[in-house]
């Protein structure tokens, strides 16, 4: 318990196991590298802002 919760005084509850490991799931994701999908829509955004960006 850090120095905030005990300050606090509150009873902090705890997520039901199986919440825990969907979480966990989804957080190491399929596998594919970080950025896949994010990477050719950041691209496609800075085209439509700023198409002389390449150049």
Known sequence: ???D?????VDLDMPPHETCLKT???LLG?????GR???PALL???DKLSPNYRS
């Open 1 to 3: 318990m850090n120095k």
């Open 5 to 9: 919760e005990w300050q606090a005084r």
């Open 24 to 26: 966990h799931r989804q």
């Open 30 to 34: 399929d596998g594919s590298p970080d």
């Open 37 to 39: 999908l994010e990477w």
């Open 44 to 46: 496609r955004k800075l």
